[in-house]
């Protein structure tokens, strides 16, 4: 298994409170991306990093923030968690473009009540 | 707007038999598709893939092919075992490194 750790691994927060997700990987790869899954959407593309320092928008990203100072830590921030954001969230890492090297950690479950 | 769609939701098959899961998509940019295999509570892995310059890759059990002009692709589970029972999630990509999934078939693998 890759190794991919994803904290915390639950999480019940209130409306309005900021929120981080950490992911922490220990493959040394470059590329590491933030999903989160809701029911009939399947997985969605919140934001991805192409290296240190270097992250870009995916398709819903609205509410969010990032930042990856290392290599192996990429961080997902909810300034003002809101319950539209209640969700698992999967963090995931590819040592290169090759899309069928991506692997994903296990999940965050996140309620915002 | 969903451009990976997966319109059945859930898939009961016996066990042996043969499963099928289909998967249609909106961007003809799109030239790389994926399959990823979930089960409660841990992350998607991924199962199979196909280039746009194919239209079929096999890998044991499982068999995706892939019809461009309708854009449309499946995938082939033979025989099906109960260790099949699983979300299996469509996925495409348009030669870059970002995904677009489907919303995902679960799959029951009856004895």
Redesign the interface.
């Known amino acids: 298994d890759a190794g991919?750790t994803q904290s915390p691994r639950h999480k019940v927060t209130e409306t309005g409170t900021p929120v981080t997700l950490r992911c922490h990987q220990t493959e040394n790869h470059r590329?590491m991306y933030w999903?989160r899954q809701d029911?009939?959407?399947?997985?969605?593309?919140i934001h991805?990093s192409?290296g240190v320092k270097d992250t870009d928008k995916?398709?819903v990203s609205d509410g969010y923030s990032v930042s990856r100072s290392k290599t192996e830590d990429f961080l997902l921030t909810l300034e003002s968690a809101t319950s539209s954001q209640t969700s698992v969230y999967?963090c995931?890492i590819?040592e290169s473009?090759q899309?069928?090297?991506?692997?994903?950690?296990?999940?965050s479950w996140l309620t915002v009540v | 707007d969903q451009q990976v769609k997966q319109n059945s939701p859930s898939l009961s098959v016996q066990e042996g038999r043969i499963s099928i899961l289909n998967c249609d998509y909106t961007n003809s940019m799109f030239d790389y598709f994926l399959w990823y295999k979930k089960y409660p509570a841990e992350g998607p892995t991924f199962l199979i893939s196909i280039s746009s310059i194919k239209d079929k890759n096999e890998d044991g059990r499982f068999t995706v092919f892939l019809n461009k002009s309708a854009k449309h692709l499946s995938l082939h589970i033979v025989p099906s075992q109960p260790g099949d029972s699983a979300v299996y999630f469509c996925a495409a990509s348009a030669n870059d490194y970002k995904l677009s999934f489907g919303a995902g078939t679960t799959v029951t693998v009856r004895a």
């Open positions: 991919i590329y999903y029911p009939g959407h399947g997985l969605r593309l991805y192409y995916g398709e999967f995931a590819s473009r899309l069928n090297t991506i692997y994903f950690g296990e999940g």
